[in-house]
């Protein structure tokens, strides 16, 4: 007896705390990713945390898993990234690559592989397999043709996101929710039909943004940057022509708008209102692959999956802090040079976090009632040792002598000054807008079978 008990304390934990077995290469309907994701949740939940972003239109949740060292909370210092997959139904790929992604990084790190120790030990990631559950169940296997692109409601959840270029439209929920939950650095949505990253903006209302056919946003260096990461570690995406379908990107990537214009899409309003970098990443040159076909084009992403989470280390992070020492929310913090349309603020705990490619920057910080601060940084090249550059900025109070400087008054632009009332499970009513024009309204071209 004393031999078994001695068994049992050894491998018990082994039995608990890794996946019973390695994860089939398949379509998982909506039922058995929650299963999936809840046996992976109770099987590890030191470094993993499920929980429900709302529901889509015929009740199913929106499940999200988080894993790192503190899942179930945010911690300063540590950055927010998050995949999205499946919000087009009928675009299934990228659901069976982030289900493999978490037993990969699940196995890993109870392997003691140091690539995913890094990952989990630096980065809070936040998985959502399927964003169109309902689209999923409608959805046709044809590979380019069929139905289930749509949520129940005939929406096209790409169409469907608050546009800084197209003035007021109704809103898809449970993300914009989500997004004002967690203060995400960077994401990307996986998408099927084409092989290429495609970075914002995707819309454009002819303005300074429009160059060379290309609707350039204040940040397109680091865009490049990150969808390079993704296109150059991928098995073919970088050579910019897997599908042959006379569709050329050059190194594997295209900027949205040049591609062809998309009003309303999530990575512009991702950038533009939750300051998260987004990438569109087009995974597969069939929306709907065969079964046999999955394991090749896992091995074709696993290294591009794992390689483009690390970059949420680019640049510099840290806190800002006021004259009494106290960490304060929406400070602004900008970047000379980089003028984006909704300023970057620090978040509930003074945090701010600046994707950027190793140089020299000039930061400017502005907060009512301290001086304005500006500090030029060095800031190197963060990935590789699994962290930005940390840099706090401390705030001076103005003379109290109204006479001296005027305290220093932080405007919002037009654009970004609404209010989101959020209900329980991350769902939004009555957007607040004030000031934002609705003459910008652009005409775009919506495709039905990309994006």
């Not at 990631?125 to 409601?153: E, K, V």
């Not at 260096?221 to 990150?226: A, C, E, P, T």
């Not at 050579?239 to 594997?252: I, K, V």
């Not at 040079?337 to 490619?357: H, I, K």
Request: charged share 15%; with cysteine; net charge neutral.
């Amino acid at each position: 007896m004393s031999s078994l008990l001695l068994l049992l304390v050894f491998f018990l934990p082994l039995l608990i705390l890794t996946p019973a077995s390695a994860l089939e290469f398949r379509y998982h309907n909506n039922h058995e990713i929650e299963q999936y994701l809840r046996q992976i949740n109770a099987s590890n939940p030191d470094i993993t945390h499920l929980y429900s972003i709302g529901q889509s239109v015929r009740g199913q949740q929106l499940w999200v898993l988080a894993l790192g060292l503190s899942p179930h909370r945010h911690t300063v210092g540590t950055p927010e990234f998050k995949y999205v997959a499946n919000m087009h139904g009928n675009e299934v790929l990228g659901r069976v690559l982030l289900l493999q992604l978490i037993d990969d990084l699940v196995r890993g790190y109870r392997n003691n592989e140091t690539w995913s120790l890094q990952l989990l030990n630096s980065t809070r990631i936040h998985i959502l397999p399927s964003m169109n559950p309902d689209g999923f169940d409608d959805a046709g296997t044809h590979c380019q043709y069929s139905q289930g692109r749509f949520n129940q409601n005939g929406i096209d959840l790409n169409r469907n996101f608050p546009d800084a270029f197209a003035g007021l439209r109704r809103q898809s929920r449970a993300v914009i929710g989500w997004l004002r939950t967690e203060s995400f650095v960077l994401s990307a949505n996986l998408h099927g039909g084409a092989l290429v990253a495609s970075y914002p903006y995707d819309n454009s209302n002819g303005g300074s943004e429009l160059v060379g056919g290309a609707s350039i946003t204040p940040d397109d260096d680091v865009f490049v940057h990150l969808a390079k990461v993704y296109s150059h570690n991928h098995g073919s995406m970088h050579q910019g022509d897997s599908c042959n379908d006379n569709a050329l990107f050059l190194d594997g990537i295209t900027n949205g708008y040049q591609w062809y214009p998309l009003s309303g899409g999530m990575q512009d309003y991702n950038y533009v209102w939750a300051q998260c970098l987004e990438l569109t990443l087009e995974v597969s040159c069939c929306k709907f692959p065969p079964v046999r076909e999955l394991p090749a084009l896992w091995t074709e992403n696993k290294r591009a999956l794992r390689a483009y989470i690390q970059q949420v280390h680019l640049g510099v992070k840290g806190r800002v802090f006021d004259a009494s020492g106290a960490p304060v929310q929406n400070a602004v913090v900008e970047v000379k040079g980089r003028r984006n349309m909704c300023p970057f603020r620090t978040d509930q705990y003074g945090e701010y976090y600046r994707l950027l490619l190793p140089g020299n920057y000039t930061f400017t910080v502005t907060y009512p009632g301290h001086e304005v601060l500006t500090e030029t940084l060095n800031v190197p090249y963060g990935p590789d040792q699994y962290s930005a550059m940390k840099h706090d900025f401390l705030l001076q109070r103005t003379p109290t002598d109204p006479t001296q400087v005027k305290p220093t008054q932080v405007k919002p632009t037009p654009t970004c000054n609404y209010t989101l009332h959020l209900e329980a499970g991350g769902a939004i009513t009555r957007p607040t807008w004030t000031g934002l024009s609705v003459g910008l309204w652009f005409v775009a071209a919506l495709r039905s079978i990309t994006a």
